[in-house]
DNA sequence: GTCTATACACCGATAGAC
DNA sequence: GTCTATCGGTGTATAGAC
C-alpha cells in the first residue's frame, strides 16, 4: 500500500503552497478539476513536487481539508466564546466567503469516504459545541416557547448561512435582506443585545 | 461552433437512458465523475452514443439539468396550489430525496457558466412562486411578528430542508429531530392545521 | 441506430539526474 | 528540493462501416 518514495517535511512552504493552490482550484473551477499539474500551475510549481510532498493527490486533498477545518474551528471557537455567542456564531456563518469551498467538500463527502467520516466527525462535534455554549440561554423563557432547542437552532444558523452564501456566491440575491432581517430578529429574542 | 454530425431525436428512448444515466452517476460518484464513458457504461451503452443524441458531453448535461428542475418545478407548484400549501411546501423541501443531486448541481453552477444561469433564474422564479401564493398567509397577523416575510420563509424552508438531506445523506443525524420540530411548530403557527 | 477504429490531449504516478 | 523523461491508462470527439 505504502509506496518507497521519499516524502518532503510537513513544515516545508512549498507543501503548504499546494495546499493553498488545491483551495483555490476548489473555488474557482470545482474539485473535478483538481488535478496534480492544475494545482502545481496554480502554485507556480512542477506537477511532480505533489508527489515529493504526498503520496497521492489524495493525500493532499486531505491534508487540505484538515487544515480546512481546523481553521474553521477555530473562528467558531473564538465565536463562542465571545460576550454574545449567539451572534457571534451567526456572523460566521453569515460570512459567505467559504461557503462555495465548503459545498464543493460537502459534495466530495458524498463520494469520498476519508472525506466523508471527517465530514460527520466534524459536523456533530461543531453541533455538539454550538449546543454546549448555547444551550443556557434558553433556560430563562427568552421566548416562552417549547419548541425552541439549542440544537435546532445552532443547526438553523449553520444551514442558512451556508445557503446565503451559496446563493450570494452564484448570483441569487432575491429575499436575502428580508432572510438576514427574521434570522437576526430571532437572534435578538434569544440573546438581547441589552443585557 | 456547431459541429455537422448527425443527431439522434429528443424523442428517443436512449436519449432518455442517457440523461437517468447522468443522474445516476452525480448521485453516487459525483459530477467530477461525469464523462462520456461512465455515463454510457451505466445506462448499458457505448460511450459515442452520447456523441451521437448530443453535440457535447456538457450539452447532455444542460438538458439533464433542464429536464430536473422541470419535474422539481411540478413538484412545487403542485405542493402550493394544494390546501396547505405553507406544509406542502415543506414536505416537498423535507424529502431528502434529491438533496445530494440538487447540492451537485449547485456546486456546478460555480464552475459552469450554462448552469449557474440557469441557476440564477430557476431560484428566483421558486423564491417568486412561493412568495406569491405564501404571502396571503401573512396578512392576518398569525403571529402577531413584523420581521415574518414570505420571501424569507420560503427560503428559509428551502435552505434548512436542503440541509436536513444533505447531512442525512452523508450521515449526520444529531439534531435532525430536534430542527424538523422547531420547523414544524413554525409552519403550524403560520398556517393553523385545524382551520 | 449502434458499432469499430482511431486522433490526440491529459491524467496519476514513478525513476532517476542534478 | 526540484528537475526531465517516461509509463500505461483514460478522456473527448470524430469518421465511417454495418
Redesign the pocket.
Known amino acids: 500500500m505504502a509506496?518507497?518514495?521519499?516524502l518532503?517535511?510537513e513544515?516545508?512552504?512549498?507543501?503548504s503552497a499546494l495546499m493553498d493552490a488545491v483551495g483555490n482550484v476548489m473555488r474557482e473551477d470545482g474539485y473535478g478539476?483538481?488535478?496534480?499539474?492544475?494545482?502545481?500551475e496554480r502554485a507556480g510549481?512542477?506537477?511532480?513536487?505533489?508527489?515529493?510532498?504526498?503520496?497521492?493527490?489524495?493525500?493532499?486533498l486531505i491534508a487540505t481539508y484538515e487544515r480546512h477545518i481546523e481553521r474553521y474551528l477555530a473562528r467558531i471557537e473564538l465565536a463562542l466564546e465571545s460576550e454574545q455567542p449567539l451572534h457571534a456564531f451567526w456572523q460566521v456563518h453569515a460570512n459567505p466567503t467559504d461557503a462555495t469551498l465548503n459545498s464543493e467538500f460537502l459534495s466530495m463527502a458524498n463520494h469520498n469516504e476519508a472525506i466523508r467520516t471527517r465530514t460527520v466527525e466534524f459536523g456533530e462535534h461543531v453541533r455538539r459545541l454550538g449546543f454546549e455554549k448555547i444551550e443556557k440561554l434558553f433556560r430563562r423563557p427568552a421566548g416562552g416557547q417549547d419548541a425552541v432547542n439549542p440544537f435546532a437552532v445552532t443547526m438553523a444558523i449553520t444551514a442558512i448561512g451556508s445557503n446565503l452564501g451559496l446563493e450570494t456566491a452564484i448570483g441569487i440575491t432575491g429575499g436575502h435582506t428580508e432572510l438576514r432581517a427574521l434570522i437576526e430578529w430571532c437572534i435578538d429574542q434569544l440573546e438581547p443585545t441589552s443585557p
Chains 1, 2 share one sequence.
Open positions: 509506496s518507497k518514495r521519499r518532503g517535511l513544515t516545508s512552504k512549498t507543501r478539476a483538481l488535478t496534480a499539474r492544475s494545482v502545481a510549481l512542477k506537477h511532480q513536487l505533489v508527489y515529493y510532498y504526498f503520496q497521492t493527490l489524495e493525500d493532499l
